[in-house]
């Protein structure tokens, strides 16, 4: 699994799944708005699931994901 993060700790993982590619990302719910930023997507706990026919350009994981980066920046606790 391809992951993102420090010597801390990973933030973001990704991984390919036979129909969509998930984005791993801790407890969603501790990131604020969740519910407005990933409304075209399935979610788990602590993945979004990403499906070809999305148009991620017109969604909001991009500020998703900014979001969750400066959670984990001041310090937040994303994990699961």
Request: a negative charge.
């Amino acid at each position: 699994m391809l992951s993102y993060g420090t010597e801390q700790g990973d933030l973001f993982g990704l991984n390919a799944q036979k129909g969509y590619v998930s984005l791993y990302v801790g407890e969603i719910s501790k990131i604020p708005n969740v519910g407005s930023l990933l409304e075209p997507f399935d979610t788990g706990k602590g993945c979004i699931r990403i499906r070809k026919s999305i148009d991620i350009p017109s969604t909001g994981l991009e500020e998703f994901i900014c979001a969750a980066v400066a959670l984990w920046r001041s310090g937040g606790d994303s994990s699961c």
